[in-house]
């Protein structure tokens, strides 16, 4: 089966809750706050119990795609200044 577009735009509720809560450690309150989506709905939809419109659900990934891209570099910036101190220590 092919997925359009569409759907890969889409993130599943497991999907939205491991990027969420265990790589990002995001809140359901700090998520609410920049997607406008009410905790209760962004709480039902992980469990499974309500869905959420398309356009909300392309604002989430959104906002959660890039907390992702905005760690990682942060990340990444961290780890070449720890190897530029341990290369300079050497």
Partial sequence: ML???E???ILSPLEMKKL???TLGMTFRRL???SRVSIAQLNEYEHGSNG???DQLRTIKRILVD???DRRQVLSKLLASE???MAAGS
Avoid: G, H, N
């Fill in 20 to 22: 969420r809560k265990d």
């Fill in 32 to 34: 609410s706050e920049l």
């Fill in 7 to 9: 759907a890969c735009l």
């Fill in 3 to 5: 997925l359009t577009a």
């Fill in 67 to 69: 907390a992702a891209r």
């Fill in 83 to 85: 190897m530029d101190e």
């Fill in 52 to 54: 959420l419109r398309d």
